[in-house]
């Protein structure tokens, strides 16, 4: 099933934040972003409170070690297909990133997804996208 949602997004470049085997990149956005966009279900297994859906060992589970302000933590993560960024001047679509849920909520309220500088490194067809995929087991 096809899911999306639209949400504004805050440009962080402080966000280096990628996954240590793939090298691909994190967005980090709210619970609430998140659970309009995965399946309940994954993250009920990751937390322990039910089995593994049949067709989340696909490589699209994710945890990411994560160094914040408040300390270390580790961050439930997903894979997902894209993300369309709508930017004043361009609209860009990058594929295959990972959708971390953040611990807390931000504390602004004007946006509720974090973008780091690599996710606009990769675009659709990039060499460096293409080994991320391989090395995800993405054919």
């Known amino acids: 099933k096809e899911r999306s949602v639209f949400t504004k997004a805050l440009f962080d470049t402080g966000n280096l934040l990628s996954d240590g085997f793939s090298d691909t990149p994190v967005i980090i956005a ?27 060992d696909d490589g699209s589970i994710r945890l990411i070690p994560a160094g914040t302000v408040g300390g270390e933590s580790i961050l439930r993560a997903v894979l997902i297909d894209s993300v369309t960024v709508i930017g004043k001047k361009e609209t860009r679509e990058v594929k295959n990133v990972i959708l971390a ?39």
């Not at 998140?34 to 994954?42: A, D, T």
């Open 30 to 56: 709210e619970r609430s972003v998140v659970k309009k966009l995965v399946p309940e279900g994954i993250f009920s297994f990751i937390d322990g409170e039910a089995a593994l859906p049949i067709n989340a």
């Open 101 to 139: 849920e953040s611990k807390t909520p931000f504390s602004s309220g004007d946006y509720s997804v974090l973008l780091g500088p690599k996710i606009f490194e990769i675009r659709e067809g990039n060499q460096k996208n293409e080994r991320a995929k391989k090395t995800a087991g993405k054919d």
